[in-house]
């Protein structure tokens, strides 16, 4: 099955610094990418997703990448904010398959 | 309506009893998907079900787990005989249907067993 590796476990950054996830999948037939971000005390809300038929997708501040012949997605978040404080979680997903697996999350601080 | 509904928010159970979890799906959204976390972040896949057939139950420990989802009802998750490592969150999730999209999370369930 699916196993998707995330890095690192802990991040911690400047208000206005930017900010960087990086996850790996291992099944080749993944091709879709969503990433979570999940605030202290609640579900993981979707922030971003990316298909395997494009290389980057960009929403405001943040931006998503993918690499398909490295296996390789990543998270951008630029000009960080405290509110971006929280964990975050990639996935992947099979093609013709509804079952997401998850990264070990990122627990990602912005300092004031 | 446009939010996964879970309930209750917290359950406390003596180990050894029954747990029963619910979830109301996003209307119009056929799978439906629960997760359990633990301590550590990490998200486990239990089982999914598509409409009221089981989909997909390769994470469930069906020694004591199980789950239902009936025509007209919140989906259940129901843990019998609890034990102190079922201690967790279980996040419902429910999508329009299969490649359709990420998930739509609920709110989840803080179950902890004494």
């Known amino acids: 099955g699916e196993n998707v590796e995330q890095h690192p476990s802990t991040l911690s950054v400047q208000e206005g610094d930017s900010a960087v996830i990086k996850c790996t999948y291992s099944?080749?037939?993944?091709?879709?990418f969503p990433w979570y971000k999940q605030e202290l005390g609640k579900g993981p809300q979707l922030i971003i997703d990316?298909?395997?038929?494009?290389g980057e997708k960009k929403d405001q501040r943040i931006a998503v990448t993918l690499n398909k012949t490295a296996k390789h997605f990543s998270l951008h978040i630029t000009e960080t904010q405290p509110e971006d404080s929280a964990v975050y979680f990639c996935?992947?997903?099979?093609?013709?398959?509804?079952?997401?697996?998850f990264g070990k999350g990122t627990m990602l601080l912005v300092s004031p | 309506g446009e939010e996964v509904a879970q309930t209750p928010k917290h359950l406390v159970r003596g180990e050894g009893q029954k747990a029963k979890l619910y979830c109301a799906p996003i209307?119009?959204?056929?799978?439906v998907f629960w997760y359990q976390q633990v301590l550590k972040n990490e998200f486990k896949f239990l089982i999914s079900?598509?409409?009221?057939?089981?989909?997909?139950e390769t994470g469930m420990p069906k020694e004591r787990f199980s789950a239902k989802c009936l025509p007209n009802s919140p989906c259940s998750l129901e843990i019998q005989a609890t034990k102190l490592e079922d201690s967790a969150v279980y996040f419902c999730?429910?999508?329009?249907?299969?490649?359709?999209?990420?998930?739509?999370f609920g709110s989840g369930t803080r179950l902890t067993v004494v």
């Open positions: 079900f598509q409409n009221e057939n089981v989909f997909d």
């Open positions: 099944d080749s037939a993944s091709n879709y």
């Open positions: 996935a992947a997903r099979a093609a013709g398959y509804s079952t997401l697996t």
């Open positions: 209307k119009g959204h056929s799978y």
């Open positions: 990316i298909r395997s038929n494009v």
């Open positions: 999730a429910s999508s329009p249907g299969q490649g359709a999209g990420g998930y739509t």
